[in-house]
């Protein structure tokens, strides 16, 4: 059956590293049909919309999404990405490899993140002048939603369990409500899990990373722990990310626009290579996504690499090493 695949590489490296992704996936021949849209400040310029309906449309009704980056209009371009996708689940990976200076080289960890609710539900008002109000919202549905993808994510690639991180022990209605859904749901399907707070996770994951595994946890401390993640293990250039909804997925590298080296042809291209082969992986193409995976990660540690890891190779040259050790 072939997949549509939507590409939306939007502003500065987005447009380098976007196509370099595309390159690799078909090196590897899948059934893929790639239809290309625009999104972002360039597209706003240009038609006064950061993200046509055309491309909201395609995001909702192709396969998959592989989405490059925004740069001011970000916001306006990914949340509605997101909600294209009717993505519940942000999926992080943090991966320290071979060969790349990381503050903890031990350091394995996948974040699954609830994306839709918390904090980021969009409830702010300022009453006063004085006075800014937040409302938090938790549903059971998300929670139960976020936990039974975990349940099969973590029996599907051999985990042993995952744990919960929340700060229910403050915010007892809403992360009481969500520890209690998603244990609820990990314990009806025998997955074991473990509970930590989010802010004792984060010096315990700083000093000793491998006591975790996989994180499920609320959006705000899903995007700020993967994030202390991510500097662990050795910056944004090399993180992959995938939003995965029931019937479709969009996958992104972490980074953004990179406006600093955007244009000189020097980005580095492995967190879009591995959103893609994250996004080979969502389509069962599994043994192709074990390819990419053993081929960025042979190229990270013998090189070439860009300049961001200390050397002087082009996206270009980067994206055909990959290619070869395929
Ligand atoms: P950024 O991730 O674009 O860049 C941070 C630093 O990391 C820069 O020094 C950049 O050169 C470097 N970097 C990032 N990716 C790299 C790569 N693949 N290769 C080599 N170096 C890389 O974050 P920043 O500077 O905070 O934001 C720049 C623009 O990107 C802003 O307009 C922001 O709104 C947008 N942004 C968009 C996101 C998205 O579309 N999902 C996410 C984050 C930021
Ligand atoms: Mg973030």
Same mark, same amino acid.
């Given at each position: 059956?072939?997949?549509?695949? =939507?590409?939306?590489?939007?502003?500065?490296?987005?447009?380098?590293?976007?196509?370099?992704?595309?390159?690799?996936?078909?090196?590897?021949?899948?059934?893929?049909?790639? #239809?290309?849209?625009?999104?972002?400040?360039?597209?706003?310029?240009?038609?006064?919309? =950061?993200?046509?309906?055309?491309?909201?449309?395609?995001?909702?009704?192709?396969?998959?999404?592989?989405?490059?980056?925004?740069?001011?209009?970000?916001?306006?371009?990914?949340?509605?990405?997101?909600?294209?996708?009717?993505?519940?689940?942000?999926?992080?990976?943090?991966?320290?490899?071979?060969?790349?200076?990381?503050?903890? +080289?031990?350091?394995?960890?996948?974040?699954?993140?609830?994306?839709?609710?918390?904090?980021?539900?969009?409830?702010?008002?300022?009453?006063?002048?004085?006075?800014?109000?937040?409302?938090?919202?938790?549903?059971?549905?998300?929670?139960?939603?976020?936990?039974?993808?975990?349940?099969?994510?973590?029996?599907?690639?051999?985990?042993?369990?995952?744990?919960? #991180?929340?700060?229910?022990?403050?915010?007892?209605? $809403?992360?009481?409500?969500?520890?209690?859904?998603?244990?609820?749901?990990?314990?009806?399907?025998?997955?074991? $899990?473990?509970?930590?707070?989010?802010?004792?996770?984060?010096?315990?994951?700083?000093?000793?990373?491998?006591?975790?595994?996989?994180?499920?946890? +609320?959006?705000?401390?899903?995007?700020?722990?993967?994030?202390?993640?991510?500097?662990?293990?050795?910056?944004?250039?090399?993180?992959?990310?995938?939003?995965?909804? +029931?019937?479709?997925?969009?996958?992104?590298?972490?980074?953004?626009?990179?406006?600093?080296?955007?244009?000189?042809?020097?980005?580095?291209?492995?967190?879009?290579?591995?959103?893609?082969?994250?996004?080979?992986?969502?389509?069962?193409?599994?043994?192709?996504?074990?390819?990419?995976?053993?081929?960025?990660?042979?190229?990270?540690?013998?090189? +070439?690499? $860009?300049?961001?890891?200390?050397?002087?190779?082009?996206? #270009?040259?980067?994206?055909?090493?990959?290619?070869?050790?395929?």
């Amino acid at each position: 059956m072939t997949h549509e695949i =939507a590409v939306i590489p939007g502003d500065g490296i987005g447009q380098e590293v976007t196509p370099a992704a595309v390159e690799v996936l078909e090196a590897l021949e899948p059934d893929f049909a790639f #239809v290309e849209a625009e999104a972002g400040d360039a597209v706003k310029d240009e038609t006064g919309e =950061a993200l046509p309906q055309e491309t909201y449309d395609l995001a909702a009704s192709a396969d998959a999404t592989l989405f490059g980056a925004a740069g001011d209009t970000a916001a306006d371009v990914i949340l509605p990405l997101r909600e294209a996708v009717d993505s519940f689940v942000n999926v992080r990976p943090a991966k320290a490899y071979p060969g790349i200076d990381a503050v903890r +080289p031990e350091t394995d960890l996948i974040f699954l993140r609830e994306n839709t609710e918390g904090v980021y539900a969009g409830h702010e008002d300022r009453l006063t002048q004085d006075v800014s109000t937040l409302t938090r919202v938790v549903t059971e549905s998300a929670s139960e939603r976020l936990a039974e993808f975990a349940c099969d994510y973590v029996a599907g690639d051999d985990h042993d369990g995952f744990s919960i #991180v929340h700060k229910a022990n403050v915010m007892r209605e $809403t992360d009481g409500l969500f520890r209690d859904t998603v244990k609820g749901v990990a314990d009806e399907n025998g997955v074991e $899990t473990d509970q930590v707070l989010m802010d004792a996770f984060a010096t315990r994951v700083c000093l000793d990373p491998e006591q975790f595994d996989v994180v499920v946890c +609320p959006n705000l401390a899903g995007d700020v722990l993967s994030d202390l993640a991510a500097g662990l293990v050795g910056g944004l250039g090399l993180l992959p990310s995938a939003n995965i909804g +029931p019937d479709r997925a969009l996958f992104e590298p972490v980074h953004g626009t990179a406006p600093d080296i955007a244009g000189e042809g020097v980005a580095n291209p492995a967190a879009t290579i591995i959103s893609a082969a994250m996004l080979l992986e969502y389509l069962g193409y599994d043994d192709e996504s074990d390819r990419v995976h053993t081929a960025v990660e042979a190229t990270l540690e013998d090189g +070439p690499r $860009t300049p961001d890891l200390g050397g002087d190779a082009s996206t #270009v040259d980067v994206t055909a090493a990959i290619i070869d050790r395929l």
